[in-house]
């Protein structure tokens, strides 16, 4: 019990602040890498405040900078830290945090992108999926030229159920650009309804939670930015492989402004592409005339599951790409301009 009143009391003492360790260190945002610092501690305070009670848990915080988030997470009573930093600027700042809590920060310097969790945390925290999600958890400010590729990276761990999710349905709160904070928690038939929401929402359940005014940043950014709460569902709202589901999706909202049987149809070679659009929204019972925004998960999810038998019928058709067939036949079409010529001269 005396370890635990330790545990649960623990304060980092006092440091310099963050807006010395940036002067300290020398430390300025990277624009090209659309690094933008939280200077304020009671708003870290209130965004780690959002991934719920961290007391004795293992968390993964990405994209540290010069630790604003890190120190409310350590404050937040947690068993270990684990914070992967790619800009090796930041590191003396989070190893200056580090000395603070003995054992209790780990840094690591490298990319979020291609770093492997699985093995960081003990095998003791593993959950079935079925179960309540582990005590691990992801944080993270992230910079927004990543943040779209890596929750596509870690949506696509969800449905393998490995990476960070190999625990368990371990929990992420992070930052994005309001805009895609509002993409990807967007409701069927809503203006920000996007591929994002769909990909994001049939394998999590995903909460806008908070909003940070660009003010509240260093340097301001031109945009607010969005606090995002996924919590990974115990059964995806569509079960088929993770690179199919993407694939429908995308077709579908690559015209997004048209009716969704314009981009759907793009799954499909030209020379039968109307017969075979008109037979995928025939057997998923969609209709032709919705727009892709107007299209719900279980829309997708009747479209997925009927194209995953028009590719089991036909091997071919998932390895099918539009814009191939389209550059093939531009090439056609210029050797016959070209052969013309020729022949006119």
Not at 76 to 94: C, H, M, Q, T, Y
Not at 179 to 189: I, K, Y
Not at 274 to 288: I, M, N, R, Y
Not at 325 to 340: F, G, I, T, V, Y
């Amino acid at each position: 019990m005396a370890a635990s009143g330790r545990l649960r009391a623990f304060r980092l003492p006092p440091l310099p602040t963050i807006r010395e360790i940036i002067k300290l260190f020398r430390l300025q945002a990277v624009k090209q890498l659309s690094q933008n610092f939280l200077l304020d501690l009671r708003l870290t305070d209130k965004i780690v405040r959002q991934a719920g009670n961290l007391t004795n848990a293992y968390v993964y915080e990405v994209g540290p900078g010069p630790g604003g988030i890190t120190r409310s997470i350590l404050n937040a009573n947690v068993a270990e830290l684990l914070v992967v930093e790619k800009d090796s600027r930041f590191i003396p700042g989070l190893q200056m945090l580090s000395d603070a809590a003995p054992g209790k920060l780990r840094i690591v310097h490298g990319d979020v992108l291609t770093f492997k969790i699985e093995k960081a945390f003990p095998e003791s925290l593993k959950r079935q999926w079925e179960d309540d999600p582990p005590d691990v958890h992801i944080i993270g400010n992230l910079p927004f030229s990543v943040s779209t590729p890596l929750i596509i990276k870690w949506l696509e761990n969800v449905s393998h159920r490995d990476g960070p999710f190999a625990y368990g349905r371990t929990q992420m709160t992070l930052t994005f650009q309001k805009e895609v904070a509002e993409r990807l928690t967007a409701s069927t038939g809503s203006r920000a309804r996007s591929r994002l929401s769909v990909m994001a929402q049939y394998l999590c359940r995903v909460q806008h939670i908070l909003t940070v005014p660009g003010r509240a940043f260093v340097p301001k950014p031109e945009v607010d930015v969005g606090v995002v709460h996924f919590t990974p569902l115990t059964q995806p709202g569509i079960r088929q492989p993770f690179k199919l589901v993407e694939k429908v999706v995308q077709n579908a909202f690559q015209f997004r402004r048209k009716y969704c049987h314009r981009g759907l149809g793009m799954l499909f070679p030209e020379a039968r592409r109307l017969e075979s659009t008109g037979k995928l929204l025939q057997l998923a019972d969609v209709d032709p005339t919705l727009r892709p925004s107007q299209l719900s998960v279980s829309h997708f999810k009747s479209l997925c599951d009927v194209y995953r038998k028009m590719c089991d019928e036909d091997p071919h058709l998932f390895a099918y790409n539009y814009r191939e067939e389209l550059k093939k036949n531009k090439s056609k079409n210029q050797e016959k301009e070209d052969d013309r010529e020729s022949y006119r001269l």
